[in-house]
Structures are given as structure tokens and as C-alpha cells.
């Protein structure tokens, strides 16, 4: 599942997250590499495509940062804020 604040996009895995950036029009190059919080930016135009493409909206309080286990095809696990 794909989920947005409005501001970020994140996935359940890495490779949901990049095949739906791809199909809304996300750059790779966009991709935000983060270890504990892999994500896109999306705003304006890119934010109203991922609604239309199925992102789910969530508060930004619940959009749960996430680190990944194994980057490929592997899940993800949640970890505590501050940790």
C-alpha cells in the first residue's frame, strides 16, 4: 500500500514505492534515500496524481517513519520516533 501526508510518499516496500512514482511520474532521481524514512516529495501536480493513483491520505502523525530490513523485495519494520 502506498500512503501520503501531502507532502511525503512511502510504501510498503521499496519496490511498491518506486513501480507507483513511476507510474505517476516520479523521477528515480527524486527518490529520498533515507534510512530510517525512504521517500518521495510530491506537492502540487504529483500530489494530486498519487490521490488519483491510489494513495492512501494519512496525517502526517501517522505516517509511521519506517526503516528498511533488506531494500530488496523485503519488508518493511516500524521503529520508535527518537530512536
Known amino acids: 500500500m502506498v500512503f501520503t501526508d501531502g507532502v511525503h510518499l512511502v510504501a510498503d516496500s521499496i519496490d511498491e514505492l518506486h513501480i507507483f512514482a513511476d507510474k505517476i511520474g516520479?523521477?528515480?532521481s527524486w527518490f529520498q534515500n533515507h534510512p530510517?524514512?525512504?521517500?518521495?516529495?510530491?506537492f502540487g501536480i504529483m500530489y494530486?496524481?498519487?490521490?488519483?493513483a491510489g494513495a492512501k491520505l494519512v496525517l502526517d502523525r501517522d505516517l509511521?517513519?519506517?526503516?528498511?530490513?533488506?531494500?530488496?523485495?523485503a519488508p518493511f519494520e516500524d521503529f520508535e520516533i527518537g530512536e
Open 36 to 42: 530510517k524514512y525512504p521517500h518521495y516529495d510530491v
Open 48 to 52: 494530486t496524481r498519487a490521490r488519483k
Open 26 to 28: 516520479l523521477k528515480r
Open 64 to 73: 509511521v517513519p519506517i526503516k528498511i530490513i533488506d531494500s530488496v523485495n
